[in-house]
């Protein structure tokens, strides 16, 4: 499963930005969806994931009410629409995707999927 994302950029404190990822696979309705985000020095962290249908989203509470994850079958694409952005949300932002990533309990780990893009990085100034 090939991803590419896209959208990052530099953007003041309270602005906003949209991710795209965007698949060639065939079978994209199969997969679940998510975007984790990596800062300088730190672990990969989980932002967002989607349902395969776009029924059920999950989020990290620190980006709860500001960010909000969608997805478009027919285009077989995920976004990432980030609104009242924070300095602490600058970082590279990864799309992910698994066909079973396992039940949401909470949070997702890394390891929960298998299929990674390239990463596009956020930065927010302050």
């Known amino acids: 499963v090939q991803l590419q994302a896209s959208g990052g950029g530099l953007v003041q404190a309270g602005g906003s930005l949209r991710l795209s990822c965007a698949s060639s696979e065939r079978t994209f309705s199969s997969y679940v969806m998510g975007w984790f985000r990596q800062a300088p020095g730190k672990e990969r962290e989980f932002v967002a994931a989607?349902?395969?249908?776009?029924?059920?989203?999950y989020y990290v509470d620190s980006v709860k009410g500001r960010f909000t994850i969608s997805r478009e079958n027919a285009k077989k694409t995920v976004y990432l629409q980030m609104n009242s952005l924070k300095p602490e949300d600058t970082a590279v932002y990864y799309c992910?995707?698994?066909?079973?990533?396992?039940?949401?309990?909470?949070?997702?780990?890394?390891?929960?999927?298998?299929?990674w893009g390239q990463g596009t990085q956020v930065t927010v100034s302050s």
């Open positions: 989607i349902t395969r249908s776009g029924g059920s989203a």
């Open positions: 992910a995707a698994d066909l079973s990533p396992g039940p949401y309990r909470g949070t997702y780990y890394a390891d929960n999927f298998g299929y």
